[in-house]
């Protein structure tokens, strides 16, 4: 079992940056994929991006590929976002998500065991 909460999201200008942050408890964190999801406005929740286990592995969505990276730390049980040169089109609740342990990285939602409650990101344009 791992229990998420992410932290890190608020207002920010167009081209600015932002950290997102995903505390986890449970010692499973660093056998688990761990994955970033976002739901814009009247949009369902779709896939970001996604980090293995040993953090050797990364996936993104096309439209964030060299903006975002996604990080982890095991020894911190924390998963990052790193976002630079937003975009109005970014805002959106980022949710971070956790597979079960040893599972490999994947974009869909269903295939997520655990979530975060989601913080709120908004870019000002």
């Known amino acids: 079992q791992v229990h998420l909460v992410e932290s890190g999201g608020q207002l920010v200008q167009a081209g600015g940056s932002l950290r997102l942050s995903c505390a986890a408890s449970g010692r499973a964190f660093s056998s688990t994929t761990m994955g970033w999801f976002r739901r814009a406005p009247a949009k369902e929740r779709a896939f970001v991006a996604a980090i293995n286990w040993s953090g050797t592995n990364t996936d993104y969505i096309d439209s964030v590929r060299g903006r975002f990276t996604i990080s982890r730390d095991n020894a911190k049980n924390t998963l990052y976002l790193q976002m630079n040169s937003l975009k109005p089109e970014d805002t959106a609740v980022y949710y971070c998500?956790?597979?079960?342990?040893?599972?490999?990285?994947?974009?869909?939602?269903?295939?997520?065991?655990?979530w975060g409650q989601g913080t709120q990101v908004t870019v000002s344009s």
């Open positions: 998500a956790g597979r079960r342990e040893y599972s490999v990285m994947s974009t869909r939602v269903m295939d997520y065991n655990y």
